[in-house]
């Protein structure tokens, strides 16, 4: 099958959509990325891709700590609205109406809305270019009962977002589980 060769870019996808907190209780910023990943199981940690532009990029590196939430279909509005305006002029918590919640371990609040949350200390920064890549250690997980089954997320009950070239999707259903290639 012929392919064409394109420009080096971001191509990969879909990839997880995500509201990323930092800062304190009492001052915050939350952003909208789609560069987000996990990177280890043992420990476990994930990077994310901040311009040093960004509002919140001050807060990870004052506070060293970030937390992840992963939102739901039900919250894209305001998902797509905090990666669209910046938190040095308008209080993204006002505009949302999101809630902040306090983690168990770090400073930096949750999105009480947000079904799963991930909290995080930051072990390591890569500055890259364009982006600086953070890596932070999971050090907690918040997951709401209604998405959770036997200690596991349940993904039939959860219904994350995902980024494709410019727009926001949702996943399908199942089409096997890890390991069926071998029936």
């Given amino acids: ?49 901040v311009r040093p532009t960004r509002w919140l990029h001050h807060f990870i590196v004052d506070q060293n700590a970030i937390v992840v939430n992963v939102p739901d ?17 308008k209080d993204k918590w006002d505009l ?26 930051v072990r390591q920064t890569l500055h890259l270019g364009s982006h600086d890549l953070f890596i932070g250690e999971i050090v907690a997980v918040h997951v709401e009962e209604r998405i959770r089954r036997s200690g596991r997320l349940d993904a039939s009950a959860f219904d994350p977002v995902c980024y494709i070239d410019g727009q926001y999707r949702h996943l399908g259903g199942k089409i096997g589980d890890v390991g069926f290639s071998h029936s």
């Avoid at 279909?73 to 002029?89: A, F, M, N």
């Avoid at 902040?100 to 799963?116: D, K, M, N, Q, Y």
């Fill in 96 to 121: 949302t109406g999101f809630t902040r919640e306090r983690g168990s371990t770090t400073e930096t609040p949750l999105i009480a809305e947000c079904p799963l949350n991930l909290e995080c200390v």
């Fill in 1 to 49: 099958m012929a392919k064409a060769t394109l420009h080096p870019g971001t191509a990969l996808s879909p990839v997880p959509v995500v509201l990323v907190t930092a800062g304190t209780q009492e001052e915050s910023d939350i952003t909208t990325l789609a560069w987000a990943g996990m990177l280890c199981s043992d420990p476990p940690m994930i990077g994310i891709g």
């Fill in 73 to 89: 279909v039900l919250h894209v509005r305001q998902l797509d609205l905090c990666g669209t305006i910046s938190g040095k002029k």
